[in-house]
């Protein structure tokens, strides 16, 4: 049988009643659990897999499946509504999204968010479909060398890309990389920087620091400005205001596509994961979009770049669990846990053993990403009509939620303090210019390019020549030195012209 | 008077939320969630033992409350044990333990101030085995010995804790061989999926974390620790005491502790909780058989016994061996 | 204000590099040690916001009179930021010790009856809901422990 027939034979499996209920009510829960800040997809989908042990396993893994994606749509509404990313991806949702917000385009933002996500989604479960096993041997050939090389690339992009003053987005990512090295060392197990703190040992909760540089020193803005949290054409905002024009989805169509491909692609490796996807897409598109320079300014491209590729990795992740029983990120491995509880043991094998579990959650994946589609639109006028709050309203709800928020990630009072520190911290220096998701991005990425590095240079044993000699590190690492340069070289041509013609 | 009756109303809804929340609340410990802390990433041994024995609790509701699994990898189990000995309400908190957990507490200095963990019960038996890829240079012991011993630190081999680094300097020490160790990776699932890479050409791993790999003829397991030989799907697979090399012996355990400081009450709770989960089809025949473990539950005091006696055979041994 | 952080930043980067070398090792045993990367990040750190204080201050020496009228306009907003700020943190001590109902029941009533005057009636249907949510989700349905105190919340 070839793959078409098998994903046929899937669709009558996902397409019973019961597993097609399954299906609907993970999208939906994921998406609220999505929305919720300080709950990411790895936590609901681990406080819900009791749930589903009394379904049968195709319908149980169905719906842990739909609230795995149901959650990447539901990152983006907090993220473009209060600033506040529900998931760590969504913090490159943010960027432009939240700007979308103050220009009065929030339902754009958000429709534009469903489509870009059901563009990524779509594809990465088309590639999925094609290539399923292939995609996770490709996968393999990343080990530490290559994945330190990959997430340098990204690493070295904050500071120039993201906001205006370049050297001060290279302080920003500096700072989030030395914030990073508090506590355990991944590499060898020694504390570091905690001051003699038992509670920095185990390194700052990444949610709380987000949760106070956006939410939080948000509502410090607001305060210090004292003038009204104004969102213009509120009034007029409706689900068709919301709708994109035939234009604007031609905007984003190619965008979304290209970094649906890569972000799949990025979801597949070993280590890198869903957030490194997203930041990498915005970056493509900072170098060869259409709208480049607009970038981060509140354009619609920027959030479809960055909701089609966290999507796309979403389901990437599910090419190695599946095929290898290795896990690609930690709600894959909150799944595997599942898949074990079921007595199927993912590893080369799950493919022929059980095909029909394995298709009939491929299956369910097209059915699920349309589901949440559904949803996501029809949530819409619901999330508009929370713009129309007053500030005065706004502020205390925006503190609750973030204290609530920073408290549920860890359990830890500790983290609630970390947030409001982050948000004081980041309010002073938004004041000086000083952009803020620089430092979290840096702070996501620095320990995964240490972890890989050491690993690669332990195996070649010290040697740095381990980065250049295999080819898709070396190419990476020449791209990389060619996105550095390339600025600097514009400049120096431009300043030659100048100097001529003056 | 609309909106006082509205105002009445949500003050009615929330004391009675309040109301019926206190009644229903009873002394009894637990009386809230317990967090159970894997010292590993997601998908290796421990996430494996945490994670069964959470979802057997849950499915024959063993626990009133819910159990919530967090990973906490890196740094051979320094991480999450940073992260339990900074909370001070220990009596919510489990953490799984196996022997290289042990070894690492004092290699990285990463015991509370507070005291040693608490030992609460010894699940199962694992032992430790020496992989290699399918269908590269290395289909056996032989031919790993050949090109060792020509070319002494010429090959990689991965490891994921202080216990496989215990594993690999006995195999040394004892074949008089010198391989190159390759760092600590965050988890053995790291350390599966660079081996199938080709990133390095060696690995020390459980059986649990490779059992489906070896079965998918992905990887071979090309010598085992074991004191005897091995259950299917190792049938195949000699223990290095077979191969001549009969002081190569090693097996772990598999346990689960608490944090500093938690309360006997507690201990005993959940060494009773550990018992019946022990006792299940799902563990018998799900965990143990599938993963090819020995089954071997241990109450509170019978493993602080045995936890005292193991580890200080660690520690003379791992002096012994020089990593400590 | 920007001179003082960049000042701090500058020292900042200076300790975590000094720790770096001198306490965590840069390389050690043909390994990079646990100060590689927070060494060679730092020193990166430590000269950009060099360059950015000694730009500060060639600024601040060219027009300093008009320096002088914009910082007294400036502290005033600055200063406003900390009430919220002193509030939240009156509202964590608040919350370890009466829980996350009663905390934060009260951290949105008083805010927005007190601070943003709207209407008491309005204000306790508000923080009502507010908090029945938080309940629901996060309490109910997720089971986040959340430090208890009278009644068991």
């Known amino acids: 049988m070839n793959n078409w027939e098998l994903l046929m034979q899937g669709f009558s499996v996902a397409f019973t009643f019961n597993n097609a209920m399954a299906a609907f009510i993970g999208a939906l829960l994921g998406i609220v659990v999505g929305a919720m800040p300080g709950i990411g997809a790895a936590a609901g989908v681990s406080m819900l897999l009791p749930m589903t042990f009394k379904m049968n396993p195709t319908a149980g893994i169905i719906m842990l499946a739909g609230i795995y994606y149901g959650n990447m749509y539901g990152g983006a509404y907090s993220a473009t509504l209060l600033n506040i990313p529900g998931d760590t991806p969504a913090v490159v949702t943010a960027l432009d999204g939240y700007q979308l917000t103050l220009k009065g385009k929030a339902g754009k933002s958000l429709a534009t968010g469903n489509y870009a996500s059901f563009i990524g989604g779509s594809i990465g479960i088309i590639f999925l479909t094609i290539f399923g096993p292939l995609l996770a041997e490709i996968g393999l050939k990343f080990g530490p060398a290559e994945v330190a090389a990959l997430i340098f690339l990204a690493l070295t992009s904050i500071g120039w890309l993201l906001g205006d003053d370049p050297v001060k987005g290279l302080v920003a990512a500096c700072l989030g990389i030395l914030l990073s090295t508090i506590g355990i060392d991944g590499a060898s197990g020694g504390a570091r920087y905690n001051f003699g703190s038992l509670n920095l040992i185990g390194g700052i909760t990444f949610v709380p620091l987000v949760i106070g540089m956006f939410g939080f020193s948000q509502v410090l803005e607001m305060i210090s400005e004292s003038k009204e949290f104004k969102v213009e054409g509120v009034k007029k905002l409706s689900i068709r205001e919301s709708m994109l024009t035939w234009g604007e989805f031609k905007e984003i169509f190619w965008p979304s596509v290209r970094s649906g491909v890569l972000g799949n692609f990025i979801g597949f490796l070993p280590g890198a994961g869903a957030t490194t996807g997203s930041f990498l897409a915005y970056i493509l598109e900072k170098r060869i979009g259409k709208k480049r320079h607009a970038l981060g300014t509140g354009e619609i491209t920027g959030v479809a770049v960055s909701e089609s590729a966290n999507n796309a990795a979403a389901v990437g992740s599910f090419a190695p669990l599946l095929s290898l029983g290795i896990p690609g990120s930690s709600t894959s491995a909150v799944l595997l846990g599942g898949l074990m509880m079921w007595g199927l043991r993912p590893g080369p094998l799950l493919f022929e053993s059980n095909p029909d579990f394995v298709w009939g959650l491929i299956s369910s994946m097209y059915f699920g990403n349309v589901l949440c589609l559904v949803a996501g639109m029809a949530v819409l006028p619901f999330l508009v009509t929370f713009l129309k709050i007053s500030k005065r309203v706004m502020v205390p709800i925006i503190m609750v939620i973030c204290l609530v928020g920073s408290y549920a990630v860890g359990n830890s009072i500790f983290d609630m303090g970390v947030m409001v520190v982050a948000g004081v911290v980041a309010f002073y220096l938004k004041k000086q210019a000083f952009p803020s998701s620089p430092v979290l991005l840096a702070f996501v990425l620095a320990p995964r390019l240490e972890v890989s590095m050491r690993q690669a240079l332990s195996i070649s044993q010290g040697s740095l020549w381990v980065f250049f000699e295999k080819p898709i590190s070396a190419v990476i690492l020449v791209c990389t030195f060619a996105l550095l340069l390339f600025p600097v070289i514009q400049k120096l041509i431009a300043f030659t012209k100048a100097r001529k013609n003056s | ?324 | ?153």
Request: a neutral charge.
């Open chain 3, 1 to 153: 204000m920007e001179l003082a952080i960049n000042l701090i930043v500058f020292l900042l980067s200076a300790y975590w590099c000094q720790q770096g070398v001198m306490v965590y090792s840069f390389w050690n045993k043909n390994q990079p040690g646990s100060g590689f990367i927070p060494v060679i990040f730092s020193a990166i750190l430590m000269v950009f916001s060099f360059f950015l204080l000694l730009k500060e201050i060639r600024r601040m020496l060219k027009n300093r009179s008009q320096d002088e009228h914009q910082a007294a306009k400036l502290s005033l907003s600055d200063l406003r930021a900390l009430l919220p700020v002193v509030y939240t943190i009156a509202a964590i001590v608040l919350f370890r010790f009466t829980g996350v109902v009663v905390s934060m029941f009260l951290t949105a009533f008083i805010w927005l009856a007190f601070i943003s005057k709207v209407r008491i009636a309005k204000s306790l249907v508000i923080s009502v809901i507010l908090t029945l949510t938080v309940y629901l989700i996060f309490v109910v349905w997720l089971r986040i422990p959340f430090p208890r105190s009278i009644f068991g919340l």
């Open chain 2, 1 to 324: 008077m609309k909106k006082l009756f509205v105002v009445l109303l949500c003050v009615l809804a929330l004391g009675g939320v309040l109301w019926a929340q206190g009644s229903a609340e009873t002394a009894k410990y637990p009386d809230r969630g317990i967090e159970f802390v894997i010292p590993g990433s997601a998908g290796g041994g421990s996430d494996i033992l945490g994670r069964t024995i959470t979802d057997i609790i849950q499915r024959y509701k063993l626990v009133d409350q819910t159990i919530t699994v967090v990973n906490k990898g890196g740094g051979a189990s320094a991480v999450s044990h940073g992260y339990v000995n900074a909370k001070s309400d220990v009596d919510y908190y489990l953490l799984t333990c196996n022997s290289a957990n042990q070894l690492s507490m004092h290699v990285n200095k990463s015991m509370s101030p507070k005291g040693p963990f608490t030992p609460i019960a010894n699940m199962a038996l694992d032992d430790i085995l020496l992989v290699s890829r399918a269908g590269g240079k290395f289909p056996d012991w032989a031919s790993v010995e050949k090109a060792i011993k020509a070319n002494p630190s010429s090959l990689t081999v991965g490891l994921a804790d202080d216990l496989d680094a215990m594993a690999l300097a006995l195999l040394e020490e004892k074949t008089g061989t010198k391989f190159n160790p390759s760092a600590y990776f965050a988890s053995s699932g790291e350390v599966a999926t660079a081996l199938l890479g080709g990133h390095m050409d060696l690995a020390i791993l459980n059986p649990v974390e490779c059992v489906g790999l070896v079965e998918g003829g992905r990887l071979i397991a090309i010598g085992s620790f074991a004191p005897k030989a091995m259950a299917a799907p190792f049938e195949k697979t000699p223990t290095f005491t077979a191969l001549g090399h009969p002081e190569v012996v090693m097996q772990m355990s598999r346990s689960v502790i608490g944090p500093a400081g938690m309360s006997r009450e507690a201990q005993l709770f959940w060494s009773d909780v550990l018992q019946k989960v022990s006792e299940t089809e799902e563990w018998k025949v799900g965990y143990i058989q599938k993963n090819v473990l020995e089954g071997q539950y241990l109450n509170a005091d019978d493993f602080t016994k045995f936890y005292a006696e193991s580890e200080k055979m660690l520690l003379d041994f791992a002096k012994k061996l020089g990593i400590l």
